[in-house]
């Protein structure tokens, strides 16, 4: 029963132009989505987040959509770099109902092609 | 200067061994978390300490026991080991209640032979 899917295990996008990573959720309880990037024999460091009130959040290069009807959030990065290969895991929590954790993903691979 | 952090970094050991995964947050948090991330690759929660009480247990095994002797510290003891307990394990600190502030450690590779 995952509750958090990301369905592509991979994606591989050319340097400069935008990567889209997807996500669904199933809970409705969910109130605060966030993503971490992963590189290998590190652990996850948060890159950005949103609240269930907001539909969009931006930082930089780094844009996090939310459509709550559909409960998928995506995660856009433009342009994309070679630095931002790595696993992308997307993360969600029910921080009203004060479950203090986050249920996760199993990631996605992202590679960046020069 | 490591926030959090995990020792060992790898360990594989026998089957009914008995181990222990150490961590040091050294952050302030209140909180801290054990993570499993297993064959499959996803991280699931398994424990949660809040200022050295037990908040969270996920069906976890008792075979896993967590100890934290206080709020910086939160180390698991696994008993018996079996197989199956091969995975990554991820230890993470959060100031209270606040999933988005949370750190992770590196991780502990755990090869069950």
């Known amino acids: 029963d995952q509750q958090v899917k990301q369905n592509s295990p991979s994606l591989s996008v050319q340097e400069g132009r935008i990567s889209i990573l997807n996500c669904d959720y199933t809970?409705?309880?969910?109130?605060?989505f966030l993503w971490y990037k992963k590189y290998p024999a590190e652990g996850p460091t948060f890159l950005i987040s949103?609240?269930?009130?907001?539909d969009k959040n931006e930082d930089g290069r780094f844009t996090v959509f939310l459509n709550k009807s559909a409960k998928h959030l995506s995660l856009h990065i433009v342009p994309s770099q070679p630095g931002d290969s790595a696993v992308y895991f997307c993360?969600?929590?029910?921080?009203?109902?004060?479950?203090?954790?986050?249920?996760f993903g199993q990631g996605t691979r992202l590679t960046i092609n020069p | 200067d490591t926030a959090v952090s995990q020792t060992p970094k790898y360990l594989v050991t026998q089957m009914g061994n008995d181990k222990s995964i150490k961590c040091e947050q050294n952050?302030?948090?209140?909180?801290m978390y054990w993570y499993k991330q297993d064959s499959k690759k996803f991280l699931k929660i398994m424990f949660s300490?809040?200022?050295?009480?037990?908040?969270i247990n996920e069906t976890v095994p008792n075979r896993f026991s967590p100890k934290s002797p206080d709020k910086a510290h939160l180390n698991l003891h696994i008993n018996s080991l079996e197989l199956g307990d091969s995975a990554v394990y991820f230890c993470?600190?959060?100031?209270?209640?606040?999933?988005?502030?949370?750190?992770f450690g590196s991780g502990t590779r755990l090869t069950v032979v």
């Open positions: 809970n409705s309880m969910f109130d605060y």
């Open positions: 952050l302030g948090h209140d909180t």
């Open positions: 949103i609240s269930s009130i907001k």
């Open positions: 993470a600190s959060s100031p209270r209640g606040i999933a988005y502030g949370y750190t």
């Open positions: 300490y809040n200022n050295k009480e037990l908040i």
């Open positions: 993360a969600a929590s029910a921080e009203k109902s004060g479950a203090q954790k986050l249920v």
